[in-house]
């Protein structure tokens, strides 16, 4: 894989409470994407990153901020988590940002909101 | 007309048979078909892909069979085997669009019994 780290793999918070969701990468992709997987949606786009300090919103961004200082790390946050946000998050990589540019994905982070 | 139809939902085979899985599309934009094979607590990671231009495609054990016409592709997954079981996701994407742009179907669980 591309060398993609998710931090942390499993995590409970309570209703209210921000939560950031760190993202790795080795390999210098210049693109980053951040999706949530769900039972009977697959997978959504929440924010993408073309670039350092250069993001902008997916399918299901409410809720949802991100932020890229450096190539390598790609952060999310759910500034007040929701119930509704319980899921399962996935970063992904790719070289280019063509459509036929494969996605490399991390192991995920589960998220569970009380 | 952004949507990528994927069936079943699920799919039980037998060790050895032929698993089958179907996606349908509308935007006949899309000029890039892959499938992402995940397997459980792991990211989905990219399988096999087709571009319009052929009808079929094959890599081992895995072919994708496609039908501009009928705007469909499905996924054949011959001699299955228990190493198989994963959900697999359908994609499609346009080659000008960028690859935020890349539309998932909602996946198939297959288990495949020994």
């Known amino acids: 894989d591309a060398g993609i780290t998710q931090s942390p793999r499993h995590k409970v918070t309570e209703t209210g409470t921000p939560v950031t969701l760190r993202c790795h990468q080795t390999?210098?992709?210049?693109?980053m994407y951040w999706y949530r997987q769900d039972p009977g949606h697959g997978l959504r786009l929440i924010h993408y990153?073309?670039?350092?300090?250069?993001?902008d919103k997916g399918e299901v961004s409410d809720g949802y901020s991100v932020s890229r200082s450096k190539t390598e790390d790609f952060l999310l946050t759910l500034e007040s988590a929701t119930s509704s946000q319980t899921s399962v998050y996935f970063c992904?990589?790719?070289?280019?940002?063509?459509?036929?540019?494969?996605?490399?994905f991390g192991n995920g982070t589960r998220l569970t909101v009380t | 007309q952004q949507q990528v139809k994927q069936s079943p939902q699920s799919l039980i085979v037998q060790k050895g048979g032929i698993s089958i899985i179907n996606c349908a599309y509308e935007?006949?934009?899309?000029?890039?078909f892959p499938w992402y094979q995940q397997f459980p607590g792991k990211g989905p990671a990219l399988l096999i892909a087709?571009?319009?231009?052929?009808s079929e495609k094959k890599e081992g054990r895995f072919t994708i069979s496609f039908n501009k016409s009928a705007k469909q592709f499905s996924l054949h997954i011959m001699d299955s085997q228990p190493g198989d079981s994963a959900t697999y996701f359908c994609?499609?994407?346009?080659?000008?669009?960028?690859?935020?742009?890349?539309?998932f179907g909602k996946g198939t669980k297959l288990t495949v019994n020994p």
């Open positions: 992904a990589t790719s070289s280019s940002g063509t459509g036929h540019s494969p996605l490399h």
């Open positions: 390999e210098n992709h210049r693109y």
């Open positions: 990153s073309y670039g350092v300090k250069d993001t």
């Open positions: 935007n006949t934009a899309f000029d890039y």
């Open positions: 087709i571009r319009p231009d052929v």
């Open positions: 994609a499609a994407s346009m080659g000008q669009g960028g690859s935020e742009k890349l539309v």
